[in-house]
T-cell receptor, first 116, second 116 residues
Framework: ETGVTQSPTHLIKTRGQQVTLRCSSQ?????VSWYQQALGQGPQFIFQ???????GRGNFPPRFSGLQFPNYSSELNVNALELDDSALYLC???????????????FGPGTRLTVT | GNSVTQMEGPVTLSEEAFLTINCTYT??????LFWYVQYPGEGLQLLLK?????DKGSNKGFEATYRKETTSFHLEKGSVQVSDSAVYFC???????????????FGQGTILTVHP
C-alpha cells in the first residue's frame, strides 16, 4: 500500500509569485485535505477535495485554490505569495463513505515553503 | 465552533518516567478524537483515536480515554523512551452531514523531550 506523497519537499519563492504543490493520495482513498502548519503551531485546515470538487474550506483567502484529479491526486495553488505564507503544507488523504463513524486522515511528509 | 486546547509549554522527562499531556476540547455534535505525533522534519502520524464517549484508544504504549463529561482526551504513557521525543497534537473531527469529511481541528502541539 502506497502512502501519501508530496512534492516538492522544499520550495523557496519570492513575495508576489505563484506556487503549485502536489499530493498523491494513499491507495484506495478518495478525499484529499490540505493543511497549513506555521512554525510552532498546529496545522490549520485550508480545504478538502472530494469527487474533484471542493468540499469545505477553512479561513483562507481565495488566492488559495486547489484541484483534484480523477486519480484522486491533488494540487494546492497559492497566488500572490505573502511572507506569512511561509509554512509547512500538509496533504492528508482519507476514505469518505456513507455510514462511516470517523474519517481517519493519513498525512504526507509535507512541503516546506519559504517566501522571501 | 470547534477548538482544542493542549497543555502549554514543552515537557521534559527522563527515560522511564510517566507521561501525561492534557487535552480538552469544545465541539458541536459528537466528535471523534485523535492524537497525532510529528517527529522532527516529518509529517503527522496517527497515534491513536477514539470515536465515542468512554472509548480508550491505545497504541505503542500510549493511551487516551474519551471523557465526554469533562470534554477531555488526555494522552498517557507509563514509561517513556528517548525515541518518544516528538511533538504531539490532539485533534478532533466532527462528521456533520454536508461538511468536510473528517476535517481536523488541532491543538497547538506539545513538544516532548525525553532524556536518557
Amino acid at each position: 500500500e502506497t502512502g501519501v506523497t508530496q512534492s516538492p519537499t522544499h520550495l523557496i519563492k519570492t513575495r508576489g509569485q505563484q506556487v503549485t504543490l502536489r499530493c498523491s493520495s494513499q491507495s484506495g482513498h478518495n478525499t484529499v485535505s490540505w493543511y497549513q502548519q506555521a512554525l510552532g503551531q498546529g496545522p490549520q485546515f485550508i480545504f478538502q477535495y472530494y469527487r474533484e470538487e471542493e468540499n469545505g474550506r477553512g479561513n483562507f483567502p481565495p488566492r488559495f485554490s486547489g484541484l483534484q484529479f480523477p486519480n484522486y491526486s491533488s494540487e494546492l495553488n497559492v497566488n500572490a505569495l505573502e511572507l506569512d505564507d511561509s509554512a509547512l503544507y500538509l496533504c492528508a488523504s482519507s476514505l469518505a463513505a456513507s455510514g462511516r463513524a470517523s474519517y481517519e486522515q493519513y498525512f504526507g511528509p509535507g512541503t516546506r515553503l519559504t517566501v522571501t | 465552533g470547534n477548538s482544542v486546547t493542549q497543555m502549554e509549554g514543552p515537557v521534559t522527562l527522563s527515560e522511564e518516567a510517566f507521561l501525561t499531556i492534557n487535552c480538552t476540547y469544545t465541539a458541536t455534535g459528537y466528535p471523534s478524537l485523535f492524537w497525532y505525533v510529528q517527529y522532527p522534519g516529518e509529517g503527522l502520524q496517527l497515534l491513536l483515536k477514539a470515536t465515542k464517549a468512554d472509548d480508550k484508544g491505545s497504541n505503542k504504549g500510549f493511551e487516551a480515554t474519551y471523557r465526554k463529561e469533562t470534554t477531555s482526551f488526555h494522552l498517557e504513557k507509563g514509561s517513556v523512551q528517548v525515541s518518544d521525543s516528538a511533538v504531539y497534537f490532539c485533534a478532533l473531527s466532527t462528521n456533520a452531514g454536508g461538511t468536510s469529511y473528517g476535517k481536523l481541528t488541532f491543538g497547538q502541539g506539545t513538544i516532548l523531550t525525553v532524556h536518557p
